[in-house]
């Protein structure tokens, strides 16, 4: 998985619970991004990062905030989890961004369970 | 609206045959269309990349062609191995002016049998 590590694996949390998932890479890529993954929808960016504390918003990026404090890590937190946030999310990295004829590299994903 | 559509949503064939997924998209303006394949439970692995200039590109038992006119892209696969059990899923990017936006389809879950 091209040096992707996302963790936790898995995750059930309560609603209105702060919650954070973390991306951590080795491929000193430029470019990470979060993505939620739903049943019936296709995998929709919620937040990108195109270097060291340089972030922006995806397409679902209500209810999301996101960090990067260094190259190889980068944070999704839900500030107050909502049962819509339930979902699979997926970390993706690539040298050139968004995502310039290059290949993206995706995480194993966590699944987030919000009861 | 900028769409993909994939077609069928699902698929059983026999080990060792051949098939074929469809993607159909509403983008514009085009920049590339990636196909990538889902195992249940991983990440998603890129197959292919092909930009506006390309019509065919193969990766091993692994061939999409596009067809920009039409704004439809195939993934044939040959000789079906039980491996080749995951989702697979059509992606176009879209030129913007931060560089390219990606519209991801939902997938066509393709199961091998013996």
């Known amino acids: 998985d091209a040096g992707i590590t996302q963790s936790p694996r898995h995750k059930v949390t309560e609603t209105g619970t702060p919650v954070t998932l973390r991306c951590h890479q080795t491929?000193?890529?430029?470019?990470m991004y979060w993505y939620r993954q739903d049943p019936g929808h296709g995998l929709r960016l919620i937040h990108y990062?195109?270097?060291?504390?340089?972030?922006d918003k995806g397409e679902v990026s209500d209810g999301y905030s996101v960090s990067r404090s260094k190259t190889e890590d980068f944070l999704l937190t839900l500030e107050s989890a909502t049962s819509s946030q339930t979902s699979v999310y997926f970390c993706a990295i690539s040298e050139a961004g968004q995502l310039m004829n290059t290949e993206a590299f995706f995480g194993q994903g966590t699944r987030l369970t919000v009861v | 609206k900028n769409q993909v559509e994939q077609s069928p949503q699902s698929l059983i064939i026999l080990e060792g045959k051949n098939c074929t997924l469809q993607?159909?998209?509403?983008?514009?303006?085009?920049?590339?269309l990636r196909w990538y394949k889902q195992d249940t439970g991983r990440g998603p692995v890129s197959l292919t990349i092909m930009t506006f200039s390309e019509n065919t590109k193969s990766n091993g038992r692994y061939t999409a062609t596009l067809d920009a006119d039409t704004k439809q892209s195939s993934l044939h696969i040959t000789a079906s191995q039980l491996s080749d059990s995951a989702s697979y899923i059509c992606?176009?990017?879209?030129?913007?002016?931060?560089?390219?936006?990606?519209?991801f389809g939902t997938g066509t879950q393709l199961k091998v049998e013996l």
């Open positions: 993607c159909n998209y509403t983008v514009s303006p085009f920049s590339n």
């Open positions: 990062s195109y270097g060291v504390k340089d972030t």
């Open positions: 491929e000193n890529h430029r470019y």
């Open positions: 992606v176009v990017g879209i030129l913007t002016g931060g560089g390219n936006k990606l519209t």
